[in-house]
């Protein structure tokens, strides 16, 4: 079973509504983070959460929110969908930094949005 | 804020040819990390590298961090098909978050 999961792994919707893209680990980390990809835009960081308690903003937070319901799970929402949020969404895990080091992050399979 | 300059953007390569790709940030990093993602997948981390003049192997790609500290390189040898893909640069400063270059898109003509 993959250690980091996503759902839905497509979902075509309206502006206007409200989207919920949802991520689990298994990897037992502490650090979660939510990013976007367009293409030639490489990874842009939408929130990061260091631990249950505590949520962060990212490059682009603007349009989105985040809710770290457990250790395990954080889930990004789009309020209020628009077109230029299209894209593709990946959740990713890590457990802190390694002694003189950065921490490694690894990647659900991606949520593919598009928003009508 | 910290930048990372990745080129080239996009290679068209012979398959058999050796590739190679960089990344330079307008600050220094005490670690390197280089990412590939496959068409449909998350990226998947292939080398990170934690010490200036650090060079790491893994099967056929090589990295290397720069002795500035502020650029990296990673080399693939006699390329094959399924080295096809994104390959990503990333970077940070003692544990902060890690900041992703634009990635470099692969692509092997038979």
């Known amino acids: 079973d993959a250690d980091v999961t996503q759902t839905p792994r497509n979902r075509i919707t309206k502006t206007g509504k409200r989207i919920m893209l949802e991520c689990s680990q298994t990897?037992?980390?502490?650090?979660m983070y939510w990013y976007r990809q367009d293409p030639g835009l490489g990874l842009q960081l939408i929130y990061y959460s260091f631990d249950v308690k505590d949520i962060n903003k990212g490059e682009i937070s603007d349009g989105y929110s985040v809710s770290r319901q457990a250790q395990a799970k954080f889930s990004l929402s789009l309020e209020s969908a628009i077109p230029n949020q299209t894209a593709l969404y990946f959740c990713?895990?890590?457990?802190?930094?390694?002694?003189?080091?950065?921490?490694?992050?690894?990647f659900g399979p991606g949520t593919r949005l598009t928003v009508l | 804020g910290q930048q990372l300059n990745q080129s080239p953007q996009s290679m068209f390569i012979q398959e058999g040819e050796d590739v190679s790709m960089n990344c330079t940030s307008s600050s220094i990093f005490n670690t390197w990390l280089w990412y590939k993602q496959e068409p449909g997948e998350g990226p998947v981390l292939l080398i990170a590298l934690y010490k200036a003049g650090e060079l790491t192997s893994n099967g056929r790609l090589t990295a290397q961090f720069g002795i500035t500290r502020k650029d990296s390189f990673l080399n693939i040898s006699a390329s094959i098909p399924s080295d096809v893909g994104i390959y990503f640069c990333?970077?940070?400063?003692?544990?902060?978050?890690?900041?992703f270059g634009k990635g470099t898109r692969l692509h092997i003509l038979p």
């Open positions: 990333a970077g940070s400063w003692w544990g902060d978050k890690i900041i």
């Open positions: 990713a895990t890590s457990d802190g930094p390694r002694t003189g080091g950065a921490d490694t992050q690894y």
């Open positions: 990897k037992g980390h502490d650090r």
